[in-house]
């Protein structure tokens, strides 16, 4: 009985001698961009660093959601920061890797796109930035749970499009 208790012991306290946590399963690429999210906010520079890192694992492990929602946020991180010619490869990187890799109904894939289109708008291509975020917000209302966030940031850069070209009754509706 008191064997039986102890291997009960051993066998309930939490992890057990020789098992994988969740953390020792993850590739390199994973456990940068973990350290990257929790920089994200208050250490932007140390993230894009970690997430940039991250890159070539993720994609030698083909772990495309990942590497696209990689680039996508080293965009936006640099774009806020106004770096836009340091941020342009990686809009164009995360459209291309979600093209090819990514379903056309996924979220990813639709952040990537509008990433895509605030990058064409910053180049002054406003057709064109309309055309793909007009893209990105259908893909993103079509989702079978609609990410309430990216739609309306989707919105504000339409919006942004046509106050830039003086359609201000567009612009607001």
């Avoid at 039986?4 to 939490?14: P, Q």
């Avoid at 109904?105 to 708008?121: F, H, I, K, R, V």
Wanted: net charge neutral.
């Amino acid at each position: 009985m008191r064997q039986l208790v102890l291997i009960s012991l051993f066998f309930c306290s939490g992890q057990v001698w020789g098992q994988i946590s969740p953390q020792d399963s993850l590739s390199e690429g994973q456990r940068l961009f973990q350290q990257a999210e929790g920089l994200y906010k208050s250490d932007p520079d140390s993230a894009i660093r970690l997430y940039q890192a991250a890159l070539p694992d993720l994609a030698a492990k083909q772990d495309w959601s990942t590497y696209v929602m990689s680039n996508c946020i080293i965009y936006s991180l640099l774009f806020r920061k106004q770096a836009y010619s340091e941020a342009e490869p990686f809009a164009l990187e995360a459209y291309k890797a979600a093209r090819k890799q990514l379903d056309p109904g996924s979220q990813m894939y639709a952040s990537a796109t509008n990433n895509l289109g605030t990058y064409y708008y910053k180049r002054t291509e406003y057709e064109k930035a309309s055309q793909v975020m007009r893209q990105a917000l259908l893909q993103l209302e079509s989702l079978e749970t609609p990410n309430l966030n990216l739609i309306s940031k989707c919105y504000n850069n339409l919006g942004l499009y046509h106050r830039s070209k003086g359609d201000y009754e567009q612009a607001l509706s």
